[in-house]
């Protein structure tokens, strides 16, 4: 993970200068915090909670412009969705960072099966509003998405990293029992959270005063509702495609999901990584046949 958000490699002579700057960092944050603890939040919101713009290629401009656009409001922001296909519909949930047309490699496979996709942009994601982020976000977009009349019968989630975090949280909320592919899932997002912030120097007790606002706004708590820790469903069924060399997200958090729930299938990748297992078209076909109860 440290090699995730540009740390220090493993060599102790270049871990004690980082460490010596993150200490400093910490200090000076703490400082602030009592000073200008407005600003302060300000700047960590931007730098932890805000997502990067995603750049469409002119491929994925042509295909959103095929698709059937709507929207939903979720917290007075306007959610942008697209479907393409009719009849039940399989929902694509896209990671930090994302947004739904990253999966387009996936629409055609899915439609030549008979299903419809559906895709959105997550909360302040590529064209829908909002300035910031989070788990919690996702997860009211995506419920109430699949509340939506428009929707109609749902036969799959496939979510990609913390956009599978989002499906399994809204899978346990709902109580639902509809096949998912987990694609790198982001399964122990408050360890992830916690390490990323206290990697950027971010004072601990900062860090739980931002999450506690979060959870003060949303029916959520980040410690009962840890994707890891809704995994105890026995009847959960999902297959999870992990990259043996995902630098983001370690495999063996999927291991360990797969070893707790006999409803969890693993199938590892080599090479791909976190981002470009997206477009492996063995990857691809996994997913299709899982969802059509096809797998050999």
């Not at 931002?210 to 708590?221: D, S, V």
């Amino acid at each position: 993970m440290a090699h995730r958000y540009g740390g220090p490699t493993n060599h102790k002579h270049q871990k004690r200068p980082w460490n010596l700057k993150r200490n400093f960092t910490t200090i000076i944050i703490s400082l602030l915090w009592f000073v200008i603890p407005g600003q302060v939040r300000r700047f960590i919101l931007n730098r932890f909670f805000t997502p990067i713009p995603y750049k469409t290629s002119g491929l994925e401009t042509d295909i959103l412009g095929k698709g059937q656009p709507f929207s939903i409001q979720v917290d007075n922001k306007m959610i942008r969705c697209w479907r393409w296909g009719t009849g039940p519909a399989v929902l694509f949930v896209h990671g930090w960072n994302g947004r739904g047309i990253q999966f387009f490699q996936f629409f055609q496979p899915v439609l030549e099966t008979g299903l419809s996709v559906i895709a959105f942009d997550g909360p302040g994601h590529g064209e829908s509003e909002g300035q910031t982020s989070s788990y919690f976000q996702m997860s009211e977009a995506l419920r109430a998405l699949i509340h939506d009349e428009r929707i109609g019968e749902i036969r799959g989630f496939v979510g990609h990293s913390f956009g599978a975090g989002a499906i399994i949280n809204t899978i346990h909320k709902e109580q639902l029992n509809i096949p998912s592919v987990w694609i790198a899932p982001a399964l122990k997002l408050k360890e992830l959270l916690e390490l990323a912030f206290s990697f950027h120097g971010i004072p601990l007790h900062i860090f739980r005063k931002l999450i506690a606002e979060y959870e003060e706004k949303y029916p959520y708590n980040l410690k009962k509702d840890n994707p890891i820790q809704l995994l105890s469903r026995r009847d959960m069924k999902a297959l999870i495609i992990h990259d043996r060399n995902d630098r983001v997200i370690p495999l063996t958090d999927s291991q360990m999901a797969a070893d707790r729930n006999d409803g969890i299938r693993l199938e590892s990748t080599k090479g791909l990584g976190h981002r470009r297992i997206l477009k492996d078209p063995d990857m691809i076909q996994q997913t299709i046949c899982y969802l059509k109860n096809d797998c050999p």
